[in-house]
């Protein structure tokens, strides 16, 4: 879908900019730009140090025959047609920047066949940039506007969507840039960006934060900050979003899953559309599970923090290849994991969950030995236990097949599969995010070997990072693969990116996690992709806090998980939630949301009936 893009120039990011357009940069600006958030734009003469370029036709084929990229390069339209469209199809450039006189004769040259830049405009005030629009601009250039200027533009141009990108073109994939810009405009970028590529709102939340996520009253979506959409009421009929996408919904509503394609439709949705989404998922939501919502009380065990996988994203693991070591290493030993198995047992608990890192001293006998010696002490204990990850690397360790290794482990007592690890089912994502771990057909396979042995799983993801709306659909599609086979997976938990301590965002190489749409999103195209598949979708409290959470109730989640009593992963990697909480508040949070609290077991048999 195409939409009107907004280019904000300023000093700083808390102003609302997200670049800076001058002729005359040097390193000490490039500097303290980039400190400040902002993108360098190189206007005129292109200084090779910038981000993107603002620059004559002969400029810019010059740009490309080095090497750089279209989609950092804007023709100015100066002199004539022939030598503009020249520079526009040589170097493949993203924009054609043009001015009112020659507005019409832009829309024209960008409207020839094979010629792909979008026509932009800098506007001085909201008429002239609603006139551009209008009159065929794809792009408004702004200097200094606040956020009331821009919410009266969004709302000036409707039907036409707006949409606030950053110096670099909608939808330019990590991929194009991560080795071809430099560290620090590479980082720069990834910080303003969500995984659209368009201008990530400038609210200080993030999933593992302390605050409140930037809910709005009456809606799901917070894409904009200005009042008029933050008090705004939520989107719920279908004729108020695109034709394409109602028909998605519809269909949906009628019983016919989407398909990838229309997965990442749902996912590359924003605004209203993110309030339909919502909408839609909790109409189905509520025919499959009413308005029971589950949890469990249950512990987590992280047996030990070292590993010797090289994840990205993890701020958990320490060893000789982690890397960092803020924090001890340690290894619990066999009679801690079941004091503490016991512990949870006389508060009620009954699961354990046990995650750690990968020792390397670890073989397939040391897990079938947690197994053991747990249900020795105590036999009504459900143990969900042991990612694909261990559970492959256990097998390898012993020589022996995954199946005949899982027929160990469920003989030991093994209930039931985690489904982390998971992390993107998207090999060219796991490539870069955890690229010495199991690929995505080996997760799999442990996964359905185990449902076929009668070991029931969860399923995840891990979203927010350097992924996007691609990797997430066929995420998805794994999922549903596996589960039309096998039927064994009881949940489907998003588990949206703490970023403040992981290291890939340290080096500057992540975004910083969902934004709240986002977060909306994954969450609201699960319970439509997996309907009448997994029945069950929760809501993280440990990544998003109980609010973030609750208010996820009404975009099709049922499930708000369980009281963990420890959980050491996601603070390890900056979260200030994910300790402990009671079952009174789970229950309080969930009746404050009108749904009707109920107890669960691990795999969903609820054991106390709601009142």
């Known amino acids: 879908m195409d939409r009107v893009t907004l280019l904000r120039l300023g000093h700083d990011r808390s102003d609302g900019g997200t670049a800076r357009e001058s002729a005359a940069w040097d390193e000490a600006a490039i500097g303290e730009a980039t400190s400040a958030r902002i993108l360098p734009v190189s206007l005129g003469d292109p200084d090779r140090g910038c981000a993107t370029f603002v620059t004559a036709w002969d400029q810019a084929i010059a740009l490309h025959d080095d090497g750089v990229d279209g989609i950092r390069i804007t023709v100015l339209h100066e002199g004539a047609r022939a030598d503009v469209l020249d520079g526009l199809v040589r170097s493949d450039a993203a924009f054609l920047r ?47 506007w606040d956020d ?41 970028w990834l910080q303003q960006v969500d995984c659209r590529g368009a201008a990530r709102p400038r609210h200080p939340w993030a999933p593992g934060r302390d605050m409140h996520p930037p809910v709005p009253a009456r809606r799901m979506s917070s894409e904009w900050p200005d009042p008029g959409w933050m008090d ?4 719920t009929d279908l004729d108020q979003v695109a034709p394409d996408l109602a028909g998605i919904l519809e269909r949906s509503l009628a019983g016919t899953p989407p398909t990838v394609a229309e997965m990442v439709r749902m996912f590359e949705s924003r605004g209203a559309e993110v309030d339909a989404i919502a909408h839609v998922a909790d109409q189905l939501r509520e025919r499959t599970n009413g308005d029971q919502v589950t949890y469990v009380v249950n512990r987590n065990i992280n047996y030990t923090n070292q590993c010797y996988f090289r994840c990205g994203f993890c701020g958990f693991s320490r060893g000789p290849k982690s890397y960092n070591a803020r924090e001890t290493p340690y290894r619990m030993d066999l009679d801690e994991v079941v004091t503490r198995s016991q512990e949870a047992w006389d508060r009620g608990a009954t699961e354990v969950c046990l995650v750690g890192g990968i020792h390397p001293d670890f073989t397939g006998d040391f897990y079938a030995s947690v197994l053991e010696n747990i249900k020795g002490a105590l036999p009504d204990m459900h143990v969900h236990a042991f990612t694909p990850l261990e559970v492959w690397q256990g097998a390898h360790t012993l020589g022996v097949p995954v199946r005949e290794y899982l027929e160990r482990l469920k003989a030991s007592g093994l209930g039931s599969l985690p489904g982390t690890a998971a992390e993107i089912l998207d090999d060219e994502v796991r490539e870069h995010l955890c690229p010495d771990k199991i690929r995505t057909a080996e997760w799999a396979e442990v996964m359905i070997i185990a449902h076929e042995s009668g070991i029931r799983a969860t399923s995840t993801i891990m979203c927010g990072h350097i992924d996007g709306p691609v990797s997430w659909a066929n995420h998805y599609e794994v999922l549903r693969q596996i589960q039309r086979r096998t039927g064994g997976f009881t949940e489907f938990i998003p588990l949206p990116f703490v970023h403040m301590a992981s290291p890939i965002f340290l080096q500057g190489r992540s975004r910083p996690g969902p934004t709240w749409d986002e977060v909306v999103l994954i969450h609201s195209v699960a319970r439509i992709a997996f309907d009448g598949l997994i029945p069950n979708i929760q809501a993280s409290w440990v990544k998003l806090g109980l609010d973030g959470g609750a208010n996820l109730l009404h975009a099709g989640c049922n499930d708000m998980g369980g009281t963990l009593m420890n959980e050491s992963i996601s603070r390890s990697s900056g979260a200030s939630h994910g300790e402990e909480v009671t079952a009174d508040e789970l229950e309080s949070t969930i009746r404050a949301h009108g749904r009707v609290p109920a107890r669960r077991n691990t795999l969903y048999d609820i054991i106390e009936a709601p009142v």
């Open 98 to 144: 043009t001015t009112p006189g020659r507005l019409a004769e832009a829309v024209d040259i960008a409207g020839l066949p094979a010629c792909d830049a979008r026509v932009s405009v800098v506007a001085h005030d909201i008429d002239e940039a609603v006139g551009a629009v209008r009159a065929g601009a794809r792009d408004v250039v702004v200097h200094d």
């Open 232 to 235: 705004a009421a939520q989107a």
């Open 148 to 188: 009331d200027q821009v919410a009266a533009l969004r709302d000036a141009i409707l039907p036409e969507v707006l949409v606030e990108r950053t110096a670099l073109p909608l939808g330019t994939p990590i991929e194009a840039l991560r080795d071809r810009m430099a560290m620090p405009l590479f980082t720069c």
